[in-house]
């Protein structure tokens, strides 16, 4: 079993939807990242999170230390959110960063 | 992103040949990472920098080697190519201000194809 597992694998909504992506881990961990990578592009950090909830513009992210649960919303999605949306965690007391697999996102118009 | 630059953006080389990747950083960042992403795997770490000449294996560091002579630059050199290595390279970098909870800076990638 991977240490960070995400849900689902690919997504598939119309526009204006509200997305939900998931991130579980099993590790103890300092923080938190969310990613996004376009098709052909680079990575991007959208999120670095240690406890509670952030927001960027229509993008929410949540995290519950005690379930070991992240979640990035999309409110009112658009075309251009299509992309890799990636969850990685930063094990505690470590450098080192554990990435899930991804969650394709496609939003069609 | 953070003035990375990663050179070459593509290349394709021979089995048993050496290839180095180049990581290039502005930013004056301490920690310096190369990720190499396939399908059906993700983004898994090959070697790591946390200073001038400090370096460290990731997960899958087997026929690589990495150099770091200064804070900007983060080599790596695969040793003799072979086709598993065929892959999408990516470097990152941390800021100084807190290593441990910094926001992670990446490069656009190699594409490297070994045939």
């Known amino acids: 079993k991977n240490e960070v597992e995400q849900s689902p694998q690919n997504l598939t909504a119309q526009e204006g939807e509200f997305i939900t992506i998931n991130c579980s881990y099993s590790?103890?961990?300092?923080?938190l990242h969310w990613l996004q990578q376009h098709p052909g592009g680079g990575i991007v950090s959208l999120f670095m999170?240690?406890?509670g909830k952030k927001k960027h513009g229509r993008l929410i992210a949540t995290i519950n230390i005690q379930e070991k649960h992240s979640s990035l919303h999309i409110t009112a999605s658009h075309p251009r959110d299509s992309a890799v949306y990636i969850c990685?965690?930063?094990?505690?007391?470590?450098?080192?960063?554990?990435f899930g697999q991804g969650t394709r996102l496609t939003i069609n118009p | 992103d953070a003035g990375i630059t990663q050179s070459p953006r593509h290349k394709v080389t021979e089995t048993g040949t050496p290839v180095t990747l180049r990581c290039h950083q502005t930013?004056?960042?301490?920690?310096m990472y190369w990720y190499r992403q396939d399908p059906g795997h993700g983004l898994r770490l090959i070697h790591y920098?946390?200073?001038?000449?400090?370096?460290d294996k990731g997960e899958v560091s087997d026929g690589y080697s990495v150099s770091r002579s200064k804070t900007e630059d983060f080599l790596l050199t695969l040793e003799s190519a072979t086709s598993s290595q065929t892959s999408v390279y990516f470097c990152?970098?941390?800021?100084?201000?807190?290593?441990?909870?910094?926001?992670?800076?990446f490069g656009n990638g190699t594409r490297l194809t070994v045939t």
């Open positions: 999170l240690s406890s």
């Open positions: 990685a965690v930063r094990l505690q007391g470590a450098q080192k960063l554990v």
């Open positions: 920098s946390y200073g001038v000449k400090d370096t």
């Open positions: 930013e004056n960042h301490r920690y």
């Open positions: 590790v103890g961990i300092s923080a």
């Open positions: 990152a970098t941390d800021d100084n201000r807190s290593s441990y909870n910094s926001p992670l800076h």
